[in-house]
């Protein structure tokens, strides 16, 4: 007997139906020892049609995360009504998320709440504020890392960008473009991240140390001498200040050519995408000094996009949603219409019942109409 799965991101997906109690436990119990033994993905159990499960459940869902645990292997939950939940939250262990949207976005991205935490004791008063980090490759103690309040600062689209950027509600003289600041850079070894939580964070409280993984640390710390000289072709790289504030055009540019660097020597899917590769180049045509570089970070990210378009069972629900609007705004730049209202057509199938994607389906719509 097994149970229906998916990929989502480095987890493995499993289905538990309408109840899962000691009934399910014996049946799947061979299944799943297999699944532990087979695979070397972490295991999420989708519990959004569960509306039962029992004592007997809670202790061999404990009984599996202390297998995974022997391998540095996680088990997280999500969705199911909130007796479901409560019942799961009762093992302190457990990986636990109300939605689908909130259990993607923390494996792709940096959890919310840590991020506010971040900001809270980072240093300044304002609504973008510094942090005092340690590169996690080479112990540089002195990197510059950047956060804003993402209370004030929201993700927004303007006509002329194909990411939304973040952007306070009202105008605000003293606003910055975030996307500047996004990604943080070693001066000494020039590793780069979007993610705060992969360098150590020194605050006057305590540190909070890196969570990047010791096999990718390994595989970016090999590739230093590459970085490096990618990085010493652009004027200034040399200089300590190079990436701090105020960040020029230049700075921002080799920021993330840095991180899609990165991203790329990473040692395998467990930590990045293709859909980080996109965004940097995107970023990459907005600070691009030269026309010619434009064009190529264009069909860089075009062809990541339909590496994504050809691989969708190893995306999220919603950087699936985003990558369409992506590929649908390139595409109307190149007057391919045809395409663009295929891919839409896609989208809107897919997503159109999934209340955190209608906003990017509103976007799509007002690309093809604009």
Not at 30 to 40: A, G, Q, T
Not at 143 to 171: C, L, T
Not at 273 to 290: E, I, P, Q, R, Y
């Given at each position: 007997m097994?149970l ?9 997906c499993?289905?538990?139906?309408t109840?899962?109690?000691?009934a399910q436990?014996?049946k799947y ?5 297999d699944?532990i033994k087979?695979?070397?993905?972490d295991?999420?159990?989708d519990l ?5 499960i029992d ?13 995974l645990s022997k391998e540095?292997?996680?088990?997280a939950?999500f ?10 939250k009762?093992v302190?262990t457990?990986?636990?998320?109300p939605?689908v949207t ?5 494996f792709h ?11 809270r ?6 609504h973008f504020r ?7 490759l080479c112990?540089f103690?002195n990197v510059?890392?950047?956060?804003v309040?993402?209370?004030y600062?929201k993700p927004?689209?303007?006509?002329d960008?194909i ?6 509600d009202?105008?605000?003289a003293?606003?910055?473009?975030f996307?500047?600041?996004q990604?943080?850079?070693?001066p000494?070894?020039?590793y780069?991240?979007t993610?705060?939580?992969w360098?150590?964070?020194?605050f006057?409280?305590?540190r909070f140390e890196?969570?990047?993984t010791?096999?990718?640390r390994?595989k970016l710390s090999n590739a230093?001498?590459?970085?490096r000289s ?8 040399n200089?300590?200040?190079f990436f701090r504030?105020?960040?020029?055009k230049?700075?921002?540019?080799v ?6 660097f990165?991203?790329?020597?990473m ?7 293709g859909f980080d590769?996109v965004?940097s180049n995107?970023?990459?045509?907005k600070f691009?000094?030269?026309?010619i570089?434009i ?8 062809a990541?996009?339909?590496?994504i378009?050809?691989?969708k ?6 950087r699936l949603?985003?990558?369409y609007?992506y590929l649908?705004s ?11 209202r ?8 897919s997503f159109k019942?999934?209340?955190d994607c209608?906003?990017?389906i509103?976007?799509a719509q ?5």
């Amino acid at each position: 007997m097994f149970l229906p799965r998916k990929v989502r991101g480095h987890y493995l997906c499993y289905d538990l139906g309408t109840e899962f109690t000691s009934a399910q436990a014996l049946k799947y119990k061979s299944f799943l020892m297999d699944e532990i033994k087979d695979s070397r993905l972490d295991m999420a159990f989708d519990l959004s049609s569960t509306e039962r499960i029992d004592g007997t459940a809670v202790m061999f869902f404990k009984n599996i995360h202390e297998q995974l645990s022997k391998e540095n292997r996680k088990v997280a939950f999500f969705g199911g009504t909130q007796d479901v939940l409560d019942q799961l939250k009762s093992v302190n262990t457990f990986q636990i998320y109300p939605t689908v949207t909130d259990f993607e976005r923390d494996f792709h991205e940096i959890n919310i709440e840590l991020n506010k935490t971040f900001f809270r004791l980072s240093e300044g008063k304002g609504h973008f504020r510094t942090l005092k980090m340690i590169c996690p490759l080479c112990s540089f103690d002195n990197v510059s890392g950047f956060i804003v309040d993402e209370n004030y600062y929201k993700p927004r689209w303007r006509d002329d960008e194909i990411v939304p950027v973040f952007e306070p509600d009202e105008p605000d003289a003293n606003a910055v473009d975030f996307s500047c600041y996004q990604v943080s850079v070693c001066p000494k070894c020039f590793y780069a991240s979007t993610r705060l939580d992969w360098f150590t964070i020194v605050f006057p409280e305590g540190r909070f140390e890196s969570h990047l993984t010791q096999e990718n640390r390994a595989k970016l710390s090999n590739a230093v001498a590459l970085r490096r000289s990618l990085a010493m072709n652009y004027s200034g790289t040399n200089e300590e200040a190079f990436f701090r504030i105020p960040r020029e055009k230049g700075a921002s540019y080799v920021s993330w050519l840095l991180n899609e660097f990165n991203l790329k020597h990473m040692s395998d899917q467990r930590t990045t995408d293709g859909f980080d590769v996109v965004v940097s180049n995107f970023m990459m045509c907005k600070f691009a000094l030269k026309e010619i570089s434009i064009d190529e970070h264009m069909y860089t990210a075009l062809a990541w996009l339909y590496g994504i378009m050809d691989n969708k069972e190893n995306y999220s629900t919603l950087r699936l949603a985003k990558a369409y609007v992506y590929l649908i705004s390139v595409l109307l730049s190149q007057d391919k219409t045809g395409d663009a209202r295929k891919f839409y057509r896609e989208m809107e199938k897919s997503f159109k019942d999934i209340e955190d994607c209608k906003y990017l389906i509103n976007r799509a719509q007002h690309l093809l109409v604009s």
